[in-house]
């Protein structure tokens, strides 16, 4: 299947040819955050939108194509960003972002591999699978990061489970009706 891949900055620097190797085969790059380190971006606006343009920045060069999706770390409502600013800063960021022609994108779907590491691959896809139910466009969230080797053990089953139920699998797009939570 096809997928869509929310970078990290410093993770594409370790490992340079991953992204044009996951374009190449078919599958979406968006921005996810150049440092991933809240602390530093939530703090404020200007730390955040330097963050958003170096990787901006840096797909755009690797890719020959500015990126035009993104996915905030912790998603666009999330309240982590209230630990380093009391300000609520994710409107104001969501709009910058949205001004620079890039569509925030979250999910309604979780193997919650950020969260629970003890989670097995059959308990990964069973959750997943409950959580989509009977929805139309699901947009399953997943990390790719070493430490969570089960999800990859997860897709093939959740792969097969969801075509025998009807659904397709493709990439997203600013196009893409999708989902956006509100921003808080």
């Given at each position: 299947v096809r997928a869509t891949f929310f970078v990290v900055g410093t993770n594409c620097l370790k490992y340079p040819d991953a992204v044009k190797q996951e374009a190449a085969a078919g599958h979406a790059v968006g921005i996810h955050s150049w440092?991933?380190?809240?602390?530093?971006?939530y703090a404020n606006l200007t730390n955040f939108m330097q963050d958003f343009y170096q990787l901006k920045q840096y797909l755009t060069q690797q890719l020959g194509?500015?990126?035009?999706?993104?996915?905030?770390p912790g998603g666009?409502?999330?309240?982590v960003s209230l630990r380093y600013n009391k300000n609520h800063i994710m409107k104001q960021i969501v709009g910058q972002v949205e001004a620079a022609d890039v569509r925030p994108i979250d999910w309604n779907?979780?193997?919650?591999?950020?969260?629970?590491?003890?989670?097995?691959?059959?308990?990964?896809?069973?959750?997943?699978?409950q959580q989509i139910g009977s929805q139309h466009r699901p947009v399953i969230l997943m990390h790719d990061i070493g430490r969570?080797?089960?999800?990859?053990?997860?897709?093939?089953?959740?792969?097969r489970?969801?075509?025998?139920?009807?659904?397709?699998?493709g990439i997203l797009t600013a196009k893409t009706p999708a989902i956006m939570f509100p921003p808080s």
């Open positions: 440092t991933h380190q809240y602390s530093y971006i194509t500015a990126p035009d999706i993104c996915r905030f666009t409502n999330n309240t779907a979780s193997v919650e591999d950020a969260v629970k590491q003890k989670s097995t691959s059959n308990q990964m896809a069973r959750r997943v699978i969570n080797t089960r999800t990859i053990g997860a897709l093939p089953q959740m792969v489970q969801l075509r025998a139920e009807g659904f397709s699998f």
